[in-house]
């Protein structure tokens, strides 16, 4: 069974805690209702809520296989692909190849569906991005687009939730727990050190969160002395 890169793993890990956060978030920005997007204009529409977007990429279910935006030929170089394009960009800087490679085929994972969705969430992670949105576009073919557009609200930093929103996060891949939590606090400017076997993040507000990890490095707690809730 093929998997993804310990490189890319380690990176989407960074992304998984706030990411998942900032999914819910979206979705719950979202209405529920019909949606149409215009390319060359950036633009997509879900019911009343207009976002300038970009298309990170396509799944094709038939075929298996995730292609870039940055390497679809109907788009490449026009400006609703420039957030696909950070993405290689930073995966050419950090020697990640599953964001420098244009066509991934996925055939080989157990299961290639969730495997485009890992692809869309670490895209939607290293451009910093406040969610994807994933869309059937025909009979087998979804596509993936990124909101750029400064009316998505962002998730903060809920010091009453972290507990939960820090084991979410672990759950997701379950490649480094320690990376989840690390780059939940790098995401939210949270000064944090690190020993053999915790985690300590000082958060607004003066509490000292301490995220313990047992020799698997799994977490086994996420205290927070002194806070009430």
Known sequence: MIQFSDAFLDETERHAAWGAAQLQTLTNFL???PWNADLAACRYQQGSVELRVAVLGTY?????EWMWGWANPSL???PVVSLAEAAERFGRA???AELTTDVIDLAGFADPRRAAETLAFAGMGVTGAPGYIGQPAGHVTH?????????VPRAGLDPVALPRTLLTGASLLGHSPRQVVTGFFDHHAVPWRQDDDQVLADL????????GFDTAGRITAVRLPGLTA
Request: charged fraction near 15%; hydrophobic fraction near 25%.
């Open 60 to 64: 094709d279910a038939d075929q298996h």
């Open 94 to 96: 950090h020697n990640i």
């Open 143 to 151: 596509v993936y687009f990124l909101p750029d557009d400064p009316q």
């Open 76 to 78: 490449q170089g026009t």
């Open 204 to 211: 607004p507000g003066g509490t000292t969160a301490e995220i």
């Open 31 to 33: 209405p529920q209702a």
